[in-house]
């Protein structure tokens, strides 16, 4: 039976109104994690005790051997005395050398050893706070492929079949798997550099399309290969660092923001795509002009924005979104890849999380803006329909809120359509529009381009709203059961009926208002507690109906005789 239906009921009939069940989920803690996701996942003293500032990642790629040579540069402020560094890069891709300069600028051989997927560097000294300090990896290897980007990690090699040349075409995705399956990094979302630059050898003819904004192009000495350089001007978290090579024909066009300033818009797609893109990415505009509405200015205007088609389906790759719809839109008329992965943009990208645990607060307020986006050029109704489809993929099998400090993956899609649904269930509980939608530009204003926890989040919205959402955050995010209003009917005449609810939920204080209504009479605000209450009806027909479509809950009616 459709929990999303209206719920509606006889007098004296029981009705369970529930897609999936309340049944008991599988327990994340039975989960089994190794040494190496605590090695990945953990913020350990050879971690915390340094702050990356800035990388330089210099890079040659061999389609024909599919293989990678590079160093990148770390330069990294000393913020707890330390002697031993970790840095992660995976077992497979051979470490050549690591090197710091001594106080006279000579290179000098590190020690480290390996542990996996992680190097742990000694310093030749011990390292007092506040010191900067540089160390340059060398290294090489075949990186990981990705057999089924981008939810696996790893290089994809393919050709572009859309024109007689047939030319190379690689591309890198690798949330969840690690940015260190192809470069050696401190692989963890709770550190990011402040800039970045990223320079790429491919073969003559082709262009290496990276994030940032672009610097140069130049052959190299045996004219072989042509060097491409992109520099980010703004912190970046590891996944989103990203190639994209092939012979791309450019796109440029310009969105003009609400105070007039201009933002570089370009897209790259293969040769045999141009006239279809330029038709397809026109969404991209009225796109940003909503999410500059909700979410302030495009927070990388610097670096500009940048669709690059991939062959995969996509993936937020920062100011160099991966785009591989097919140039597709959906049946509510727009093309939910270009929509979603740019509202990363703003939440995952700019305002980003922590821990893996934590990546409800990319993937819920990116779903939502799809959400957002629908009503800026629809209205609510048809958003409400969008949402509806979206409720039907809701499977409330495991919190959306992880198991922090080991890197897990999400186990479900929760985090996308129950995490849009709990915003949306959360902006009929503010009650207020202008209230509610305030709060969430505040949020990505005011934490733009910073890592954020879930509870910074929640204080925030509550500060901001006026309103204490936390037990509403606290059941949406840490149970996977959803509340239950469970409603009792007296089976008196219509005239002196009466309504007697209350809340199922694992979280105390959880208060969500819901509206009820009898027959086709006017829909009333009741606020439901744990405890019991009860109402007079003054009903106008038979049958009480709860509406769905203003949040995520399920309804058990009872009439009572």
């Known amino acids: 039976m459709n929990v999303f239906g209206k719920a509606a009921c006889g007098f004296f009939i029981v009705v369970l109104l529930a897609l999936h069940g309340l049944a008991q989920p599988t327990s994340l803690s039975s989960r089994h994690f190794t040494h190496a996701d605590s090695l990945r996942g953990s913020l350990r003293p050879e971690r915390t005790g340094y702050d990356v500032l800035f990388y330089d990642l210099s890079l040659s790629v061999d389609p024909t051997t599919k293989s990678i040579t590079g160093s990148n540069l770390i330069r990294y402020k000393v913020v707890q005395p330390m002697r031993r560094m970790q840095v992660d890069l995976f077992a497979n891709m051979r470490v050549l050398s690591i090197t710091q300069p001594d106080r006279h600028g000579v290179s000098k ?25 540089e160390l340059t ?6 990186p990981q492929i990705a057999r089924n980007a981008p939810w696996d990690g790893g290089f994809v090699w393919r050709k572009d079949t859309t024109t007689a040349r047939n030319a190379d075409w690689v591309t890198v995705a ?33 262009t290496c399309v990276s994030n940032g904004k672009f610097v140069s192009q130049k052959p190299t000495r045996s004219g072989q290969q042509t060097e491409w350089t992109w520099f980010v001007h703004y912190p970046i978290n590891n996944y989103n660092v990203t190639l994209n090579i092939t012979d791309y024909a450019h796109i440029s066009d310009t969105y003009t923001a609400a105070d007039g300033q201009k933002l570089a818009l370009d897209y790259f797609v293969l040769p045999g795509n141009v006239g279809k893109a330029r038709q397809h990415f026109e969404q991209v505009k009225p796109m940003l002009a909503c999410y500059e509405m909700h979410f302030g200015k495009y927070p990388f205007g610097q670096d500009g924005y940048k669709l690059v088609e991939a062959p995969y389906w996509g993936m937020e790759h920062q100011s160099a979104v991966a785009y591989g719809n097919k140039y597709r839109n959906n049946a509510f008329g727009f093309d939910f890849i ?22 409800w607060i990319h993937e819920s307020f990116t779903t939502y803006a799809e959400a957002l986006y629908m ?39 929760d985090i996308y359509y129950k995490g849009t649904w709990m915003l949306h269930t959360l902006r009929n509980a503010v009650g207020d529009d202008a209230n509610w939608f305030a709060a ?8 733009r381009l910073s890592i954020v926890y879930t509870d910074e989040v929640i204080d925030f919205l509550c500060q901001r709203t006026g309103k204490d959402l936390r037990p509403l955050f606290n059941q949406y995010l840490r149970y996977p059961s959803l509340p239950t209003l469970e409603c009792k009917v007296s089976a008196k005449d219509h005239a002196d009926q009466t309504l007697t609810y209350r809340w199922v939920a694992d979280v105390n204080g959880f ?13 009333r605000t009741i606020q439901p507690t744990r405890e019991w209450q009860s109402m007079k009806l003054n009903a106008t027909g038979d049958g009480l109906t709860v509406n769905p479509d203003t949040g995520l809950f399920h309804v058990r009616t009872v009439a009572v005789e």
């Not at 819901?514 to 829909?523: H, K, L, N």
Request: aromatic residues 6%; glycine residues 10%.
């Open 511 to 523: 208060n969500l208002p819901v509206q009820v209504r009898t027959g086709t009479g006017a829909w």
């Open 440 to 447: 969430i530009r505040a949020l990505a204003i005011e934490k």
């Open 137 to 142: 990896i060398t290294y090489a290897g075949s």
């Open 338 to 359: 270009i929509i979603h992965e740019s509202g990363h943009e703003y939440f995952g990208n700019s305002l980003s999380c922590a821990d893996h645990a934590e990546m």
């Open 375 to 413: 009503e800026c050029q629809h209205g609510l109704p048809r958003t409400i329909d969008y949402l509806n489809q979206q409720r039907k993929l809701i499977k409330n099998e495991y919190p959306m809120l992880g198991p922090l400090g080991v890197n897990a993956d999400q186990m479900d899609t």
């Open 174 to 206: 690798c949330e969840g798997t690690g940015a260190s399956l192809w470069w050696p990094c401190k692989d963890h979302l709770a550190d990011e550099p402040d800039s970045m630059r990223i320079r790429c050898r491919v073969p003559k003819g082709l």
């Open 109 to 133: 051989p590190l020690a480290y050893r390996r542990d996996g997927n992680a190097i742990f560097i000694t310093m030749s000294d011990a390292l007092p706070v506040g010191q900067v300090g």
